[in-house]
Structure formats: C-alpha cells, structure tokens
C-alpha cells in the first residue's frame, strides 16, 4: 500500500498564493501518475492537477494558467503551487497515485481556505 504526507493547506485571500506538498511511502516503485484532487461538501471530487513519472502533466480547465504541479519521481514527491486563488479553490485537497497494475491511493486530505 502507498501512505502519504501531505502540507502546506491553510488560508489565504483571494489573489493570494499557497503550495501543497505530498511525500508517499510504502509501496512506491510502481507509481507512474501522482496529482491532486480537491472536494467540497455536497459535491464531486474532482481532478486539479497530475503529473507523470516522466513529467507529463494535465490541469483542470479551471486552474490552468493559475497552477502549477511539479515532483521528484525518485523521491515521490508532488507540489502544487496555487497562485491568483479565487473562492471557488475552497476545498479540501487529496494527493493521489496510481500504480502500473492500477491501483490507486488517496491521501488524507489538507483544508485549503480562500476569502477575504
């Protein structure tokens, strides 16, 4: 199984900037995708940001041009650097892997909190 560390969720105003980190552990050396998710209550989780053990990444439409993910695929570590924030980023934030035989793992989760 796959554990994760993840930091740096917290508050911010709208405009402002905050950069998630996730560490994964445990069963590791298969893991091809790492990314994040995000989830308000009431809704869908939804796909913010991936990135590949080769460096190919894919953003949601609506933080494209505002977020950036980058990692170290040696290390499994993700960021997620999340600049001009807006109301609608609220949510609580979930990293996640996926394994070449399928598996995927959750983290967590880090509160991510943007107003005025």
């Known amino acids: 199984q796959v554990q994760f560390v993840e930091s740096g969720g917290g508050s911010a105003q709208p405009g402002g900037s905050l950069r998630l980190s996730c560490a994964a552990s445990?069963?590791?050396?298969?893991?091809?995708?790492m990314g994040w998710y995000r989830q308000v209550p009431g809704k869908q989780r939804e796909l913010v940001a991936t990135?590949?053990?080769?460096?190919?990444?894919n953003y949601a439409d609506s933080v494209k041009g505002r977020f950036t993910i980058s990692g170290d695929n040696a290390k499994k570590l993700v960021y997620l650097q999340m600049n001009n924030l807006k109301s609608e980023d609220t949510g609580v934030y979930y990293c996640?892997?996926?394994?070449?035989?399928?598996?995927?793992?959750w983290g967590q989760g880090t509160q991510v909190n943007v107003s005025p």
């Open positions: 996640y892997s996926r394994r070449l035989g399928g598996e995927g793992s």
């Open positions: 445990g069963s590791i050396s298969s893991i091809y995708v």
């Open positions: 990135i590949t053990s080769i460096g190919g990444t």
